[in-house]
């Protein structure tokens, strides 16, 4: 079974790849806090928000398709999250649709925040992508580690990574086995089949952490995760690179505030 890694293009030889990982963290941890905390009505930010990912992932020389691909992935999920946004009370009516009493009113305040929302999630997603994409998945722990993050935290990363790949093995092999004996299905019996099959995988990767949680605990496992020993050193590019960072989103924050008339 061939399987998508996380971190398939982090061997890439990049400006960024070569950064310390715990600046790294520090530095897209920053800017996806700005994007966060950005008003919606700063629309320019998010410009410059999105210049300075745009311009990350250059850097990092990871493929475009790679990150749009990953991206294409979340980015549904967090729009149906925010569908309903723009229906919230309040502002001036731009759409009404529907009978009374269910009559739906879209307002010109609720389509701003869902735009701002769809923005800062597709920005704040990309970003992290675009870190994880450039660094080895062992190093990223190592970062955290060092940043003093709980061990809980570190520990479910961990597990995560190792056994999703088991999981999603595990997964294809049920499809084709189905596949093998059943013919073309459409429709309702299709969703039918899938939903028996998620059903089916979450029974077995419960069943499978049973057996892994007890191997460990038969080799010693106690509740620490070792984490890959390498020695982090910072050197002169690293603090370039963060003081950068935060040179630019201070300078941002700053136009946001007080840059614009009226501020």
């Keep these: 079974m061939n399987h998508s890694f996380i971190d398939e293009h982090s061997n890439i030889d990049s400006p960024l790849s070569r950064l310390d990982p715990r600046v790294k963290v520090i530095g897209f941890l920053l800017l996806v806090t700005c994007i966060a905390l950005a ?3 700063f629309f320019r930010a998010y410009l410059f928000y999105s210049i300075i990912v745009v311009l990350l992932a250059l850097v990092s ?7 749009l691909k990953r991206s294409a992935v979340i980015a549904p999920f967090l729009i149906v999250m925010a569908a309903f946004v723009p229906f919230m009370p309040g ?12 009559e739906f009113t879209v ?13 800062k999630s597709f920005l704040s997603l990309t970003a992290l992508i675009v870190l994880t994409a450039s ?19 570190i520990m479910v990363l961990s597990f995560m990574y190792r056994y999703i790949f088991i999981i999603e093995d595990e997964f294809m092999k049920m499809k084709q086995a189905r596949d093998s004996r059943m013919t073309r299905q459409t429709g309702l019996l299709h969703f039918r089949s899938l939903a028996n ?13 049973e057996s892994v949680y007890m191997a460990m605990c038969s080799r010693g496992f106690r509740g620490e995760i070792i984490v890959q020993q390498e020695h982090l050193r910072l050197q002169y590019q690293d603090l370039a690179f963060l003081a ?8 941002i924050q700053w ?9």
């Excluded at 062992?138 to 809980?152: E, F, G, H, N, S």
């Excluded at 099959?197 to 952490?209: K, N, P, Q, W």
């Design 107 to 119: 307002s010109r305040t609720g389509l701003q925040l869902f735009s701002s929302l769809a923005i």
């Design 244 to 251: 950068l960072m935060v040179l630019s989103l201070s300078g």
């Design 39 to 41: 008003g919606r009505d």
């Design 197 to 209: 099959l998620v059903g089916v995988l979450f029974i077995r990767a419960y069943e499978r952490s």
């Design 61 to 67: 020389r990871i493929p475009p398709g790679h990150i």
């Design 255 to 263: 136009f946001c505030f007080y840059g614009q008339p009226g501020g």
């Design 91 to 102: 502002g001036d009516p731009v759409l009404s649709f529907g009978f009374a009493p269910l």
């Design 135 to 153: 660094t080895p998945f062992a190093r990223l722990l190592k970062a955290l580690q060092d940043l003093r993050v709980p061990l809980i935290i």
